[in-house]
């Protein structure tokens, strides 16, 4: 096991790789506890670099038996010399952050990078219960709470701010090739998705696309909500916040006319900060609800298999292991921190393949 300098070092190397991402969402993050913020980061930087080796990989390269060696190595405890690597392990022994969630989040990946399509909504959310839903509910674990409930809770919002993303971005996707609108929606509302893909424009048919992707993301953050009063009280804040922003997301674009073809919607900085105030006076007074409804379809089997017991976190070491505190480390509301890096990559490639 590597010493509390190493450990400090590759902690600092996590954060330096974080910061070469998205700092949008660097406030709401302000608002989670040290003992959460350290393993976050870790996750964070491996989960990035997952993203990369898959979205970049060559013809004849392999990057999923590459990642799934990595995390053989980290579940044995013996690591293979990347920092992020080293990190997760910390992450792992401590908690026995369940191994299924991350190679969930890679397969996620290698469906974007092999341009699959998706005809109906249930498809579409199972590609977010990939890229989204393992994320919230890796989050959910690290906080603490194991139970199938609050798990599911978390894979929901996951899924609601994926949803998001998706009604956000569909002019930045298409310009890539991707479509993760339901087709069939599409379809329904006189669209032939090939041949917009073409050539994508914005138009009224499209317009209720989006609105009706964004109803679907509102009914999830509101089934998701009550599960945020089952986080501990010190994360609650935090991951409400979180939920805030990314809803306001949406309704931003509902008052631009529900353009993402053609533009980019960002919320303020000014409404960001009142979301967060809002989010700081609000958590607390989330209520449970009554009776846990029916999980989405989706990540059923995600939340079975974490509390079962059957996943491979039984490889994982029992001692905990803690990341040393540094009072200048940055938070990070990694959830948030790691869609939104994403996207960005997604416009920087958009915007290197006009200028070639």
Not at 20 to 31: C, I, P, Y
Request: proline fraction near 4%.
């Amino acid at each position: 096991m590597r010493d509390e300098s190493l450990a400090s070092s590759d902690l600092a190397s996590c954060i330096a790789m974080m910061q070469g991402g998205s700092k949008t969402f660097f406030a709401a993050s302000r608002l989670l506890p040290p003992r959460i913020r350290y393993q976050a980061i870790a996750l964070y930087a491996f989960c990035r670099v997952a993203d990369d080796c898959v979205d970049h990989a060559g013809a004849h390269d392999e990057p999923l038996e590459h990642l799934n060696a990595r995390l053989d190595a980290i579940y044995a405890g013996a690591p293979l010399d990347h920092v992020e690597d080293h990190a997760l392990s910390m992450v792992v022994a401590q908690v026995g952050l369940p191994r299924h969630l991350l190679q969930a989040l890679i397969e996620g990946f290698a469906w974007d990078a092999e341009g699959r399509r998706y005809e109906r909504l249930e498809d579409v959310l199972d590609y977010s219960a990939r890229v989204a839903g393992s994320v919230g509910a890796m989050m959910c674990w690290i906080m603490g709470p194991r139970d199938a409930p609050t798990l599911e809770r978390a894979c929901e919002l996951g899924l609601a701010m994926q949803l998001t993303n998706i009604a956000r971005d569909v002019g930045e996707d298409a310009r890539m090739g991707r479509l993760y609108l339901p087709r069939q929606w599409m379809r329904a509302s006189g669209l032939d998705p090939d041949v917009w893909l073409q050539q994508p424009s914005f138009n009224g048919a499209l317009s209720s696309v989006i609105a009706r992707l964004l109803g679907e993301a509102e009914r999830l953050y509101e089934k998701a909500k009550p599960g945020i009063a089952k986080l501990p009280p010190d994360c609650r804040a935090a991951i409400y916040s979180a939920s805030l922003i990314y809803s306001e997301i949406g309704h931003q674009l509902k008052r631009e006319g529900l353009n993402s073809v053609d533009h980019r919607t960002v919320v303020s900085a000014s409404r960001k900060l009142k979301l967060l105030l809002a989010a700081w006076t609000q958590a607390a007074w989330i209520r449970m609800s009554e009776r846990d409804p029916e999980p989405e379809q989706a990540i059923e089997d995600m939340v079975r298999e974490c509390v079962s017991g059957h996943s491979a976190t039984s490889a994982a070491s029992s001692q905990a292991v803690y990341f040393p505190s540094r009072s200048a480390a940055q938070r990070v509301a990694w959830v948030l921190d790691l869609l939104e890096r994403r996207e960005h990559q997604k416009r920087d490639r958009a915007i290197s393949a006009v200028a070639g």
